[in-house]
């Protein structure tokens, strides 16, 4: 079974750019949730999606938003790219909404210059 | 009251020796508390997680002790090893919580 697909896996944008992720969830997993990870701030929720709905959101600026697809794909976006936003963007899939278990991605590592 | 705090940042123990990550939380609504484990270049993965209604679970090297009423929780690695080497992170999520919440991480270093 094909575990969570993060592409790309690396990416160099420069600010005031905007920036598109994609993750592909474990087969048969209905919702993917999103968090940044820096050395910073550890990690923290970004958004979750289920049934291609938002059902929960973190304390992100409007800047990033996502969307998820039919088929439970989902892309994250950053738009206006600040050099803060520099970090490693983790997708994580799981059975249900609010399933306990996360099965997480390898990341993108976004470098905003 | 969302927040769960992680001790310490950085841990570097010997091989063979028990090295104890330490967690905190405020909010009473959290009812599963997870571990994840994360090495380099690699996504979190979940390590072993329990419920309030139990003060221990064991899952082969690794032991989370719980005390509700301190509301915290700790992890146990016992007879560490060189591969054990990793970024550990507690986390808490409750049904009326709705997300869960990350500690901020302890990097664990196990020498040989």
């Known amino acids: 079974k094909a575990g969570v697909t993060q592409t790309p896996r690396y990416l160099i944008k420069t600010r005031g750019q905007q920036v598109t992720l994609s993750c592909s969830p474990i087969?048969?997993?209905?919702?993917v949730s999103w968090y940044q990870q820096t050395p910073g701030q550890g990690l923290q929720f970004l958004f979750e999606?289920?049934?291609?709905?938002?059902?929960n959101k973190g304390n992100f600026p409007g800047r990033f938003s996502g969307r998820q697809f039919s088929n439970s794909r989902s892309e994250m976006n950053v738009s206006t790219l600040e050099l803060g936003d520099s970090a490693l963007y983790l997708c994580?899939?799981?059975?249900?909404?609010?399933?306990?278990?996360?099965?997480f991605g390898s990341g993108t590592q976004l470098s905003v210059l | 009251q969302q927040q769960v705090k992680q001790s310490p940042q950085s841990l570097i123990v010997q091989k063979g020796g028990i090295p104890i990550i330490n967690c905190a939380y405020e909010n009473t609504a959290f009812d599963y508390f997870p571990w994840y484990q994360q090495f380099p270049g690699k996504g979190p993965a979940l390590l072993i997680a329990i419920r309030p209604d139990v003060s221990e679970k064991k899952e082969g090297r690794f032991t989370i002790s719980f005390n509700k009423s301190a509301k915290q929780f700790s992890l146990h690695i016992m007879d560490s090893q060189p591969g054990d080497s990793a970024t550990y992170f507690c986390a808490a999520l409750g049904s009326s919580a709705s997300k869960i919440i990350f500690g901020s991480g302890t990097r664990l270093s196990i020498r040989p």
């Open positions: 994580a899939s799981s059975r249900d909404q609010q399933e306990e278990k996360l099965f």
């Open positions: 087969s048969g997993h209905r919702s």
């Open positions: 999606y289920f049934s291609e709905t938002q059902r």
